[in-house]
């Protein structure tokens, strides 16, 4: 199992980025994607999710409106657009993939991507 993440870099306040997440060695489908991040000195949070299908996506509420998740199940990527990014919004930014089936629990973790917003 590999998920790749990319797109990450210094951007100035109210600027934009794109970071995606290449995934490979299980069906991307079944999976709910999601999106977490570390700020510096903080714990992980999780800042987007979205269900296999893409039809279902949930946020965190101080990035709902600016962050938005989407997927293509045909290239395997799920992709994260940050607009009118802030200081606060700096961290690694982790791609993670969950699927709950039955009594199996699987769970894997990208190795991430620094985003930092600063002018």
């Known amino acids: 199992v590999h998920l790749v993440e990319s797109g990450g870099d210094l951007v100035p306040p109210g600027g934009s980025l794109r970071l995606s997440c290449a995934a490979s060695?299980?069906?991307?489908?079944?999976?709910?994607m999601n999106w977490y991040r570390q700020p510096p000195g903080k714990g992980r949070e999780q800042v987007a999710g979205?269900?296999?299908?893409?039809?279902?996506?949930h946020y965190l509420d101080s990035v709902r409106g600016r962050f938005t998740i989407s997927r293509d199940n045909a290239k395997n990527t799920v992709y994260l657009q940050m607009n009118s990014l802030e200081p606060e919004d700096t961290a690694v930014y982790y791609c993670?993939?969950?699927?709950?089936?039955?009594?199996?629990?699987?769970?894997?973790w990208g190795q991430g991507t620094q985003v930092t917003v600063s002018s």
């Open positions: 993670n993939a969950r699927r709950l089936h039955g009594t199996e629990d699987s769970d894997y």
């Open positions: 060695g299980f069906t991307f489908s079944y999976f709910t």
């Open positions: 979205i269900a296999g299908t893409g039809r279902i996506t």
